[in-house]
Each structure stands twice: as structure tokens, then as C-alpha cells.
T-cell receptor, first 112, second 114 residues
Framework: DADVTQTPRNRITKTGKRIMLECSQT?????MYWYRQDPGLGLRLIYY???????NKGEISDGYSVSRQAQAKFSLSLESAIPNQTALYFC???????????FGQGTRLTVV | AQSVTQLGSHVSVSEGALVLLRCNYS??????LFWYVQYPNQGLQLLLK??????LVKGINGFEAEFKKSETSFHLTKPSAHMSDAAEYFC????????????FGKGTRLSVIA
């Protein structure tokens, strides 16, 4: 089983709809992140959380919100989806120190 | 703020040739540096990382990278490319102190020609 699990893996939604992407992890890590990937732009940070009571905006947080329901769960919401939010979304986890981030398999979101 | 620049959005090499993917960083404090690989339709996998120990870092699949502070670089190399190396490669940086997330470059797509 994957250590970092994202659901759904693929989603097509209509403009204006609310949608939630979910991430859960079994690694016991305290830090969780949401990134989006667009061709030619790499991965850009949307939000991150260093513990359950800590939420921080990233580079491109406008139009998104997050919820850290528990240490193991970090959800990303699009309150009113728009077509330019069509992208591949990744959840990641890490621990404090010099370690790397561990990524989920991604959620491909298409807004039509 | 920290940042990375990957030179070349697409690199093409022949099978058996040297692979060189370039990454330059900007950081106001000593950085931690990472290279990730993304195969088609998959997530990101760590290739290697520099965390202030040895400046020459060896990773998986025969890749290595050298941290050069004077050049603010962390280029990724592999002596002999295989067809299976075709993928997208991302360089990433974070501060070695404080609470900071990873910041990624825009990626370099590596093609390997038979």
C-alpha cells in the first residue's frame, strides 16, 4: 500500500463546482504539502502545514483552501473551480530536519 | 527566498552518452538540495540529496550530483544514459535552518535516443 494516498486519482468537474482533493499518509510525518504541476512550470506550492494547528499559504494559494483534519489527513478544496485550475495535484509529506519530501501518486483534475 | 533554475527544459542524449542536467540555486542560508525524477504518469521519486555532508552525492540508478558553493550549482550527471532514464527531472531546494518547504525548479525533460 502507498504511504501517501491521494483520492481521487482523476476527476473531471464543471466550472463553478466545489471540489475536494484528499490526502492521507501512514508515514507518521508531521508536515504535509499540496503542490500543483503544470507543463513547463514545474511544481508550485499551494499550501503547507507543519502540524495540525499550523496552516501556511504557499506561492499560489488564491482560489484554494485546505483543512488539516488530523496529523495523517490534509485536504485541498477548490471552492469554485475554474478552467485554469486544470492541473496535476500532488500531496507530499516530510519530517523536520534534512529529509526529503515523499509524494503521493497525484490527482489529475480537469475543470471544463 | 530560495529558488532554483534548471537550464534547459528539454535535453536529448544518445543511449550510452553522458547525461548532464543543470541546476543553479539561490539561497540566503546554506541550502539542502534535492533531485527528483518523474516517470510518465507517476509521482515524484527522490534520486539523491545534498544535506551538507559530502559535496559529491551518489543516488539511485547511477546518478550523482556535485554541490559547488562557489558556482551555486548542483548539476546532475550520469556517465552512460539508458533508455529507461527518459523522464522528467526536478531540482529542489530548501533552507537548512528554520521551517521551510521544498521549492522546485521548472523541470527538465530527458529524452534518450537509441
Amino acid at each position: 500500500d502507498a504511504d501517501v494516498t491521494q483520492t481521487p486519482r482523476n476527476r473531471i468537474t464543471k466550472t463553478g463546482k466545489r471540489i475536494m482533493l484528499e490526502c492521507s499518509q501512514t508515514k507518521g510525518h508531521d508536515r504535509m504539502y499540496w503542490y500543483r504541476q503544470d507543463p513547463g512550470l514545474g511544481l508550485r506550492l499551494i499550501y503547507y502545514s507543519f502540524d495540525v494547528k499550523d496552516i501556511n499559504k504557499g506561492e499560489i494559494s488564491d482560489g484554494y483552501s485546505v483543512s488539516r483534519q488530523a496529523q495523517a489527513k490534509f485536504s485541498l478544496s477548490l471552492e469554485s473551480a475554474i478552467p485554469n485550475q486544470t492541473a496535476l495535484y500532488f500531496c507530499a509529506t516530510s519530517v523536520e530536519g534534512n529529509t526529503e519530501a515523499f509524494f503521493g501518486q497525484g490527482t489529475r483534475l480537469t475543470v471544463v | 527566498a530560495q529558488s532554483v533554475t534548471q537550464l534547459g527544459s528539454h535535453v536529448s542524449v544518445s543511449e550510452g552518452a553522458l547525461v548532464l542536467l543543470r541546476c543553479n540555486y539561490s539561497s540566503s542560508v546554506p541550502p539542502y538540495l534535492f533531485w527528483y525524477v518523474q516517470y510518465p504518469n507517476q509521482g515524484l521519486q527522490l534520486l539523491l540529496k545534498y544535506t551538507s555532508a559530502a559535496t559529491l552525492v551518489k543516488g539511485i540508478n547511477g546518478f550523482e550530483a556535485e554541490f559547488k558553493k562557489s558556482e551555486t550549482s548542483f548539476h546532475l550527471t550520469k556517465p552512460s544514459a539508458h533508455m529507461s532514464d527518459a523522464a522528467e527531472y526536478f531540482c529542489a531546494v530548501r533552507y537548512s535552518v528554520g521551517n521551510t518547504p521544498l521549492v522546485f525548479g521548472k523541470g527538465t525533460r530527458l529524452s534518450v535516443i537509441a
